[in-house]
């Protein structure tokens, strides 16, 4: 179960990708850009360096 403290930090954050995504340029470079922090939990290709953070690429 995920602690209160990660709940209240990953709503935010989802709100501000979901946001920043709806005003997407079209650039793939600067998307690549965007995503390097996203890459550093969930891995280059969508899958996950470690077991806390869920794939991006499908599930386990």
């Known amino acids: 179960?995920?602690?209160?403290?990660?709940?209240?930090?990953?709503?935010?954050?989802?709100?501000l990708l979901?946001?920043?995504?709806?005003?997407?340029?079209?650039?793939?470079?600067?998307g690549k850009a965007k995503a390097q922090v996203c890459v550093s939990c969930h891995g280059e290709t969508g899958m996950s360096v470690t077991p806390q953070y869920p794939n991006l690429a499908g599930q386990y």
């Open 18 to 30: 979901t946001l920043t995504s709806a005003m997407a340029d079209g650039d793939p470079e600067s």
């Open 1 to 15: 179960m995920m602690s209160n403290l990660k709940i209240l930090t990953a709503l935010p954050t989802a709100l």
